[in-house]
Each structure stands twice: as structure tokens, then as C-alpha cells.
């Protein structure tokens, strides 16, 4: 690990003008590019406090050895040269999408004498016309069978179309109409091209002049009673119908553009382009890429960019480019995408209308495309065994943890405290046996603190459930004193030794406050479930890994918890999000796994599971408290009569003011319901008028919940 400032360039050495910077490792590998618009402020920035930088960055820095530059004259130069250094060094910390040779296109081969009709893949050749790409090749094949009614272009390879030439019979397609016959001098070369003129023509989204020639043609050929001919005409107006109708008019401005959109979460994004030609959507194509560099949504949409239109020219790249977010220095950008394309190109975000939903279908493309690939990833056999094996190492575990529980708590500042555990199994997460807490030892936000106590009683309830089912021998418990934790606000002071028995052990009544769970809901741990039998659920499997949520502190509070329950039989590491480090108990220095492990990524898997199970469950409860009403306090009063109260009076703050009669008016409202009703709005506590905090008005309260 190199130490940066052995190769930090001295003061005033690096130009302030534009450029492009590489850096390089002790083999002099190229390992990174970037480009800035003043190299001397943007190097300064990787020369500072390790300790400050990004841990990508970090990373970047030390494994480099030196870091050279080259100052050009615009920030459109430095683009340029940025792409092709990239393609020529493939440096590995940077942003690289997959490549998309494997996308299928239609082409025409414009640049023979008799132009083809085929699907190609790899990379595009010059003087070839490009359609696409396409998801399937199949698709290609089914629109251009369609199409050939029409626009009989030659679609045999070289090796046929030369035998045909030389034994005077052109092949089947020749004899059923579905190609012109160039190979036997049916039609000449010029009256070939034309053929596939067209053909692009219509592709390229001019599909109208077509169909309405033909259509006159149709009923041209009628009035001359040639039946047979009309009817041929009428079939290849509705083949080209039929090919239209693959692809939806979605913009009805005729636009040529090309939508791009990202969706990433820590490690990973997945990037989707829609491209739409005369307003409608002729091709898809999409990639997945690891983030090895520090780089956000703008710095993904230009890599997106560059990936895209590198290597393009003249009508490839469109007028009109939509993206997510614009990048660091959009009009470059747009000045290198009008130089691709030899005219001006629109490189905007959408904010309204048409465009703006195509977006959000996108968008949602791009969503499904990265849970995809988590999925496929996460449920391939294999790499879960090597994930799990890779834990075991990098823990210094005997064996794999087949079973991996983790915790995570949650609060909106300070309120409603909860915490959710889920459960791996076999490196699939297994949500029947996900559990939910509320925080009860304490008010307040002390996450160190509430992890403690989570883990206490999930390790307790473990312990019930071994005595009760006879597997846990009960020992005196040590008659000298214990002592109390170090730090007094994770733990009672006085706590049982490793051997004693805990107090309450067999216990099934829950505690106070427990939450009974709901259709479809995780229960509260403490309350007792039920297998479908009726007989009691163990829950005496534990698990050979607990993940917490947090760092050092958060690990030192779930292995106190274990160590005051006697368990010292199972593992405990955190999992902190922003440096994605491993922690262990009583190590100084984290655990850091390579980015590319499938160890890593499962446990990044699991807290992130952790986290959305625990957040869902607070913002349920926060809605809950907001939506609490006086009414609630009624005994008798269900959830129908609440509301048609609300209904007939408009808000609870008319209903305070009915009197009992008025409030017996209500159907289905009796006078010993009224007078409880009248009694508990009458002894409620009036609430806390909330305040729009850009006016600084009061709001008051007119409907069935709280002010806020």
C-alpha cells in the first residue's frame, strides 16, 4: 500500500487548466482517469487526509504509485480523450458497463452493391445501417418477414447469393415473392438499392408515405377490376401495419431521442436506454456496473453517455438526449454530442408531459433490471456457498454460518423506537421467521443502548425455549457479585454470571407492550406465535452469525448482551454502512473484505433487509400515532362508527362541541355510546397546534387525526 504523498507532485507543478489525469500503480498499469476542468484544484483533492476521502478513493490513491497529466485546450477535449483512454487502458477503478455486443441489431448493408437485410451482432461496421438493438433476435427476424412483402431486399449470405448467380435459380424467397432476385438480374443493382432505400426509410420511422401510396395503389387496382393485384396490396398494407404496431407510437411529436435512466444503490447501478424514433420506442438495450469508483448519479449518466455515443456518428446519436440528472458539466457534454452528431443535440432532463412519463417507464425498467440481477445472483447455488464460505474465513469461523440473523434499529428522532431481526438461511433470506421489537427499557434515541436490549431478549426467548423443551441443564448460579457493564447506559449494573439462570425462564406471558401481530405482519418476539397445530412455535434454533447494523459500538452492545445471557457459542460482526467494514468485538481495526466478494455482497444483502423490515415497521407506527384520535379512548367504539361520526360532523373538533343529543342523531349511535363519546373529548388533552414552518401560521385542526 503506496503512501500518496511519496508521489504528490510539488506545489505549483500542475497546471490550472483543463485536462485529463491518470494514475498509475507501481507497474505503471494505468488504474484510473478522470478529467477536471482546473487539474490543480481537482488533484488536490486526492492528496489530502486518507481519513477524509471516500474508501473507493482511499483505496484508488494507495494503490497507485504515481499520477501523470495531459492539459488540453476545452473541457470538450477532455471528454474525448478522457473515453479514449478509458477504452484503450481499461482502468480498473473505473465506472465500466458491460458491453453490449451481445444486443442483436437489424442492419443493411448499405456499403455492398446489392445491400443485405440480416441481424448482426458485435461491433458496428462503416457503411452499414443500424436498426435496434433489439431485445431478442427473434423479433428482428418477425418484422423483417413482415417487411419483405413490401421491400423484397436480398437477405441471403454471400455463399448463396454468388451459387444462385452461378446456377441461374434465385432461392425459395426469390419464387414466393419475398425477395427482388438480384442474384439472377430480376432487378438491377440501382433498382435493388432503392428497394433498400426504402426499406431504412420505413424503419427510420417515415412510415406514412408508404402505407398511403400503397393504400392508392389498392384502390387504384380495384376501379380496374385487378382484384387479385389489389388484394396482394391490401395484404402488404397490413403486413407494414403489423409492424408499426410492434412499436407503440409513445411520443406523438414524431420525436428522435433517447431516454436514459439509472438505478443504484450502494455498490451496484443498472443504467436503461430506451431509443425512439419517430416517436416510437425502436430499440432497448441495458447494463449493470459495479460502482468501483467514487461517482454519483451524474457521473453514471455520463459514462452512460460515453459508452453510448463514443464511437458513434451523423444520425446515430439523436437530436434530443433525456436523462435522470445532467452531468458535472452539461455543456460540454452537449457540445461533444453535437460533434458526434454534426448538428445541435438537446441533452435536458424531461419535466412535464409525454416525455416525462416515458421517463418514469424507464426508470422503472431500470429498477427491475437491478433487482434482476440481485435476484439471479442472489439465488445462484453456488456463489451463496462461496459467500458463505468466504464469511467463514474472513470471520475466522469453524464452519459456514448456515444461519445468519441481524438487527437494526430505527427511529425518527428518538420517537418510536423499534428494531427488526431477520433470518438467512442457506443465504436466502427466510421471512416467516423475521421478528419486530419495540423499544421498551428506555425513552429516547440510544441506538448502543436499544441494540443491547434487542438482542437480550431475542437471546432470552432462545434460552426459554431450550428449558422448555429440556435441552438446557440448569446450573447454580455463582454466588459471588458480577460486574456491571462499563458503560452504565447499555446495560443494568448488576448482571446474572455467564452460568445463571436467567429470571422469568419458561415465561409465555408477553411483556407489557407487546405487539400482537397482524395478517400478514412479522409478531413482535416477545409475544408468543403459534405453529398452524396451535402447539407453541420453538424458536430454539440459533443462529451461527448475529449481524448488527452499526459499528464498534453497536458489535461491543450485541456481544454484551450474549456474554450476560452465557452464550459465547455464537459469532457477532457489524456491518457499517458508509465504509462498508466488517467489525468484530474487541478489535481495533475492522475486517475489510474485497469489494468483488460474494461474502460482502450477502452481508450487504442482509443489513440492507434488516433496515427496510425495521424502517417499514417505524413509519407503521409513526402513521399510526399521527392518525390517533380522542376517539380511540371510547371502549366499544369500532373503526365504522368512528368514521360516521367524523362524517356527519366533518371533524373531531365539531364533534367536541355537539351535545348528547346531536351526537345520538348519528345512526348506529346510541345515548350511552353518546355520553361516552361526550366524556372522553371532554377529558382529552387538547393537542399541540402544529405550525407550517414556512409561514409560521398556526393550522388547526379540522379532520379525524392529530394536527400534524
Not at 36 to 49: G, H, I, P, S, V
Not at 427 to 436: D, I, N, T, W
Given at each position: ?31 484510473y482517469?478522470?478529467k ?14 486518507l ?7 482511499r ?14 485546450s ?28 451481445s ?61 444462385a ?8 424467397l ?32 417515415r ?15 380495384a ?9 396482394r ?34 455498490l ?14 425502436r ?8 460502482k468501483?469508483?467514487n461517482?454519483?448519479t ?24 433525456l ?10 457534454v ?7 452528431r454534426?448538428?445541435q ?19 422503472r ?20 456457498s ?39 438461511e ?17 425513552e ?7 441494540m ?10 432462545y ?9 438446557w ?5 455463582p ?5 456491571a ?18 429470571p422469568?425462564l ?14 400478514g ?7 408468543e ?12 434454533y ?6 448488527v447494523?452499526g ?9 454484551h448482551?450474549l ?6 457459542d ?18 481495533d ?21 434488516a ?32 368514521q ?21 342523531e ?39 387525526g392529530s394536527?400534524?
Open positions: 500500500m503506496a503512501d500518496p504523498s511519496s508521489y504528490r507532485p510539488k506545489p505549483g507543478q500542475i497546471p490550472d487548466s483543463p485536462g485529463v489525469y491518470r494514475f498509475r500503480d507501481e507497474h505503471r498499469r494505468v488504474i482517469v478522470g477536471a476542468k482546473n487539474l490543480r484544484q481537482r488533484l488536490a483533492n486526492y492528496f489530502q487526509d481519513a477524509a476521502l471516500h474508501p473507493r478513493t483505496t484508488m490513491v494507495t494503490t497507485a504509485a504515481s499520477v501523470e497529466w495531459t492539459v488540453v476545452t473541457e470538450v477535449e477532455a471528454l474525448q480523450l478522457e473515453y479514449s483512454w478509458i477504452k484503450e487502458f481499461d482502468p480498473r477503478f473505473n465506472v465500466k458497463y458491460r458491453d453490449d455486443k444486443y442483436p441489431y437489424l442492419a443493411v448493408t448499405l456499403n455492398e452493391e446489392f445491400p443485405r437485410v440480416q441481424v448482426m451482432r458485435g461491433a458496428k461496421k462503416k457503411g452499414v445501417r443500424y436498426f435496434g438493438p433489439y431485445g431478442h433476435a427473434w423479433a428482428i427476424r418477425e418484422t423483417v418477414d413482415l417487411m419483405l412483402r413490401v421491400f423484397p431486399v436480398r437477405t441471403c449470405s454471400a455463399g448463396v447469393f454468388k451459387n448467380a452461378r446456377t441461374g435459380r434465385p432461392c425459395l426469390g419464387y414466393i415473392g419475398k425477395c427482388s432476385a438480384p442474384c439472377v438480374g430480376r432487378v438491377t443493382p440501382e433498382e435493388h438499392r432503392e428497394l433498400a432505400d426504402d426499406f431504412c426509410d420505413f424503419m427510420a420511422g412510415t406514412g408515405t408508404y402505407i398511403r401510396r400503397l393504400e392508392k395503389d389498392m384502390m387504384a387496382a376501379e380496374e377490376m385487378e382484384y387479385e393485384r389489389a388484394a396490396l391490401r395484404d402488404d398494407v397490413e403486413a407494414l401495419k403489423r409492424a408499426m404496431e410492434k412499436s407503440a407510437v409513445v411520443l406523438a411529436d414524431a420525436t428522435d431521442a433517447d431516454l436514459i435512466a439509472v438505478a443504484e444503490d450502494e451496484e447501478a443498472a443504467v436503461q436506454i430506451f431509443h425512439v424514433r419517430g416517436g416510437r420506442v430499440g432497448q438495450r441495458g447494463w449493470v456496473t459495479d468501483v469508483e461517482v454519483d451524474p457521473g453514471l449518466v455520463e459514462h452512460a453517455l460515453q459508452q453510448l455515443y463514443g464511437e458513434e456518428t451523423g444520425d446515430s446519436v439523436p437530436k434530443e438526449v436523462v435522470p440528472a445532467l452531468p458535472e458539466d452539461p455543456d460540454a452537449s457540445q461533444w454530442l453535437a460533434g458526434r454534426g448538428s443535440v438537446s441533452l435536458r432532463i424531461p419535466q412535464r408531459g409525454d416525455k416525462k412519463d416515458l421517463m418514469a417507464t424507464v426508470q425498467n431500470a429498477l427491475q433490471a437491478l433487482g434482476l440481477h440481485k435476484t439471479k445472483r442472489a439465488s445462484d447455488l453456488t456463489t451463496r462461496r459467500a458463505l464460505e468466504e464469511i467463514a474465513e474472513a470471520l475466522g469461523l469453524d464452519t459456514a454460518p448456515l444461519r445468519i440473523e441481524c438487527f437494526d434499529i430505527s427511529h425518527l428522532q428518538g420517537d418510536d423506537v423499534v428494531a427488526s431481526m431477520v433470518v438467512f442457506d443465504g436466502l433470506a427466510r421471512k416467516s421467521e423475521y421478528r419486530r421489537f419495540q423499544i421498551k427499557g428506555f429516547g434515541q440510544d441506538d448502543v443502548r436499544s443491547h436490549e434487542v438482542i437480550g431478549r431475542r437471546f432470552k426467548r434460552l426459554q425455549e431450550k428449558e422448555r423443551t429440556g435441552e441443564e440448569e446450573t447454580p448460579a454466588t459471588g457479585p458480577v460486574p457493564p462499563q458503560d452504565a447506559a447499555t446495560a443494568p449494573a448488576t448482571v446474572p454470571g455467564p452460568d445463571a439462570i436467567v422469568g419458561g415465561a409465555t406471558v408477553p411483556d407489557p407492550g407487546a405487539i400482537a401481530p397482524g395478517p405482519t412479522a409478531p413482535d418476539l416477545d409475544a406465535p403459534r405453529e398452524d397445530d396451535g402447539r407453541p412455535k420453538r424458536f430454539a440459533p443462529p451461527q452469525l448475529v449481524v447494523d459499528g464498534q459500538p453497536q458489535v461491543a452492545a450485541a456481544k448482551a456474554d450476560e445471557l452465557g452464550i459465547d455464537i459469532a457477532v460482526c457489524g456491518l457499517a454502512k458508509r465504509l462498508e467494514e466488517v467489525w468484530l468485538p474487541d478489535d481495526d475492522p475486517v475489510v473484505l474485497p469489494r468483488s466478494s460474494e461474502g460482502l455482497y450477502l452481508l450487504q444483502r442482509v443489513r440492507d433487509e433496515h427496510r423490515f425495521a424502517i417499514t415497521y417505524q413509519r407503521a407506527k409513526r402513521a399510526k400515532r399521527i392518525r390517533s384520535s380522542p376517539l380511540d379512548a371510547v371502549a366499544g367504539l369500532g373503526e365504522t362508527r368512528k360516521a361520526l367524523i362524517k356527519h360532523f366533518g371533524s373531531v373538533k365539531k364533534l367536541k362541541q355537539a351535545t348528547i343529543d346531536e351526537i345520538c348519528v345512526p348506529g349511535i346510541g345515548r350511552r355510546t353518546a355520553e361516552s363519546v361526550a366524556v372522553a373529548l371532554a377529558s382529552a388533552a387538547p393537542a399541540t397546534p402544529a405550525v407550517n414552518t414556512a409561514t409560521g401560521e398556526i393550522i388547526e385542526e379540522d379532520d379525524g394536527t400534524t
